[in-house]
């Protein structure tokens, strides 16, 4: 792949990451009942960001899940026989919660999907919300992020890169072309 241009740089991210806290908050109406679920694998610190922003702003510390959507995804036979399932680590109770979840880039809306079967085999939330870093277009599927820290339009030759610190010791968002 080809570097064709850095979109967010750390500093943006973070004021990113701080605006999408409060518009959760104030979507609804603070933040008792909130929790955080990251899809694997840039969604785990970016949710993990977005509860350190509530905290910041509400006081609230907000439960942070992990869910990985391997066995869910309609395109893992074009993976492997035997695919590599991480784990999925909601160690607090999702029915009648809020729960947002949160990755990195919003595509075709197939990992969201697989996301919300993973999630509904945990039990019933009062509804699911979808926090997204990245919204590059191309929907497949008939879903929409709720929360979403950049719209950035792009052709199908172009690939989007978030990074977190926590997953590749460096905190930006870049736009490759293949």
């Not at 990985?68 to 029915?95: A, C, G, K, M, Q």
Request: proline share 4%; aromatic share 6%.
């Amino acid at each position: 792949m080809k570097f064709k241009t850095n979109i967010l740089d750390e500093k943006a991210i973070k004021r990113t990451t701080i605006r999408l806290s409060h518009e959760i908050i104030e979507r609804n109406k603070g933040a008792e009942n909130l929790a955080l679920i990251g899809i694997k694998t840039r969604g785990i610190p970016f949710a993990q960001r977005i509860a350190n922003g509530i905290l910041s702003v509400e006081g609230v510390k907000v439960p942070v899940g992990k869910l990985d959507i391997t066995l869910y995804r309609d395109d893992l036979s074009t993976f492997s026989v035997l695919p590599t399932v991480n784990e999925t680590l909601v160690d607090f109770d999702v029915n009648g919660k809020t729960v947002i979840l949160c990755d990195d880039v919003i595509f075709t809306g197939r990992t969201a999907r697989a996301a919300i079967d993973a999630l509904l085999k945990l039990g019933r939330p009062k509804s699911i919300q979808l926090a997204i870093m990245v919204d590059r277009g191309h929907r497949e599927l008939p879903i929409r992020p709720d929360f979403v820290g950049k719209n950035l339009p792009t052709s199908l030759a172009e690939v989007v890169c978030v990074k977190f610190t926590e997953t590749d010791g460096v905190t930006a968002v870049d736009l490759y072309e293949k």
